[in-house]
């Protein structure tokens, strides 16, 4: 896939660009000789300062999430004159369909730098296999159009699994629909804000606070590994 002479001139590297994420449990550990003696696990905190894990490798994709990756193509010779630098990208997806990720690398020279970079960001908004193909064009030193191919692969999962339950209220025309929110992914999620839309045919009435205006069933917004929320709705038919 890639052309072994081009190989010996440029390469293409890709990193992923990641916020740090929410630890569940955290452990400290000291030498001896330090004056920090504490060496116990954290349950999941609640309050603003929590944890925070630094990305150790590209790590899983969840749906919703953007995709930010730092590509670098570099000489490998620095004597080496290396023009015409383009990048080209394009996102396979599970239907085998691909579509252009816009890079801005475009015709440029690498005679006094070493490298050529730029950021991509790329919206997810499906669950599955996918693949990046990377397409280098260069001139060498020699004047030889070359080009060198990557593939990089991923795949993107469900941070969340909702599941419904109604139930008709007797004598009225109501029906009672309960929400369950559960957190499926390895992460603590932060839930901001939690929105029902029914069918235009149906008036919806959260039941979800007391008249104070406090939650009946959770009284904090972190939802920890295998952990569920619930909500409850009203649901009547308009007319």
């Not at 929590?50 to 969840?62: A, E, H, R, S, T």
């Not at 890079?103 to 730029?118: A, F």
């Not at 070359?146 to 795949?155: D, G, P, Q, V």
């Not at 992914?185 to 008036?203: A, D, W």
Request: charge should be neutral.
């Amino acid at each position: 896939m890639e052309n072994s002479q081009a190989n010996l001139f440029v390469a293409l590297k890709l990193m992923r660009l990641a916020k740090p994420s929410l630890s569940s449990r955290i452990s400290f550990s000291s030498s001896e000789k330090s004056d920090f003696h504490f060496n116990e696990s954290c349950d999941y905190l609640q309050n603003t300062n929590d944890f925070l894990v630094f990305p150790q490798n590209f790590g899983n994709i969840f749906l919703g999430e953007n995709l930010s990756c730092f590509i670098c193509v570099q000489k490998n010779n620095f004597d080496d004159q290396i023009r015409s630098v383009s990048v080209t990208c394009e996102l396979q997806c599970n239907s085998n369909k691909s579509k252009p990720v816009p890079v801005n690398i475009n015709n440029m020279d690498l005679i006094d730098s070493k490298i050529v970079n730029d950021i991509i960001h790329i919206k997810l908004l499906e669950t599955g296999n996918y693949g990046l193909v990377f397409t280098v064009n260069y001139i060498s030193p020699s004047g030889e159009p070359l080009n060198i191919r990557k593939f990089f692969r991923f795949i993107v999962l469900k941070p969340l699994d909702v599941q419904t339950n109604f139930q008709n209220v007797k004598g009225e025309n109501e029906v009672l629909m309960e929400l369950l929110v559960k957190n499926i992914s390895p992460h603590v999620i932060s839930l901001e804000t939690v929105m029902f839309k029914p069918n235009e045919k149906y008036l919806s009435v959260p039941l979800n606070r007391t008249t104070e205006g406090e939650s009946v069933f959770c009284s904090f917004k972190k939802l920890p590994p295998e952990s569920s929320c619930q909500f409850l709705y009203s649901l009547k038919s308009v007319g």
